[in-house]
């Protein structure tokens, strides 16, 4: 062990090295990046430590696109905007919002990815054995299929899944988990007689899937997408005023189950 390397090595990294007037970014240096990536190709670069292909971060930047907010009933647009009136800075306000993102609200992306996986092992004649087996260990629910307002057709999904048939054709991706998505959406109709339509969760999982995105980095990568809407939210109601705004306006009250009476 050479001097000092025990605090050197304290923190190792492949993503950045630099000294007084150099930074190298995954082995690059930083002025060959600014102006040449894309900021999805910057992301994928980072996290990923490999670059993209033109027609693979266009489906990435499609992804990212495409779940940036759901309007400010989602819990994370919420807490945002509820934090923004209570006297916080706007980064505070969008670290609320970001905190609400977990396993039910956010993480159903990397459900989906699972799914996926589950069923791709499976093989193409084991959809029937595959979904049995899926919910037996995690119940009736399948993530990334089914939305509460968006019906027949969440609108998001066939764009997202029109591009990934595209970089297909191209050679950029398998085409294999689009094909999953769709024989998941096709079975479940056919079960239920009526659409249950693939929901944005489930066509970014199958982009992230495509490009061989593991399951919780494609989860942060959603939670980066919101962060945007979290942002826009935060700052048009920071625009908008307001002093501690609860969920429903003051003249709505909540309903009392305890013991006694409630006027």
């Excluded at 306006?249 to 013991?259: A, F, K, L, V």
Aim: contains cysteine; charged residues 20%; negative net charge.
């Amino acid at each position: 062990m050479t001097e000092g390397s025990d605090v050197s090595d304290w923190w190792r990294t492949s993503i950045i090295d630099m000294e007084p007037g150099r930074i190298d970014i995954r082995g690059t240096p930083i002025q060959d990046l600014i102006g040449n990536l894309s900021f999805p190709e910057m992301i994928w670069l980072m996290v990923m430590g490999t670059p993209l292909g033109p027609v693979q971060a266009k489906l990435f930047e499609a992804a990212l696109v495409s779940a940036v907010d759901h309007g400010p009933q989602a819990p994370s647009i919420a807490a945002a905007r509820m934090a923004a009136t209570c006297g916080i800075g706007l980064q505070s306000a969008m670290a609320t919002g970001l905190n609400m993102l977990g396993d039910v609200h956010g993480g159903a992306g990397e459900q989906a990815i699972a799914l996926y996986h589950h069923l791709e092992k499976a093989g193409p004649d084991g959809l029937e054995s595959g979904l049995s087996e899926w919910r037996e260990a995690h119940g009736r629910y399948l993530p990334g299929f089914g939305h509460r307002f968006h019906k027949p057709t969440d609108p998001r999904a066939p764009r997202l899944l029109a591009l990934v048939d595209e970089a297909a054709e191209a050679g950029a991706v398998s085409g294999a988990y689009a094909a999953i998505g769709r024989m998941i959406e096709e079975k479940l109709a056919r079960d239920r007689g009526a659409p249950v339509p693939m929901n944005i969760d489930g066509a970014t999982a199958v982009i992230y899937a495509e490009l061989g995105c593991p399951g919780p980095v494609a989860r942060g990568f959603f939670g980066l997408s919101r962060s945007v809407g979290i942002l826009a939210h935060a700052w048009e109601q920071t625009l908008q005023g307001g002093r501690n705004k609860g969920p429903t306006p003051p003249h709505y009250r909540w309903r009392y189950t305890g013991d006694g009476h409630s006027n």
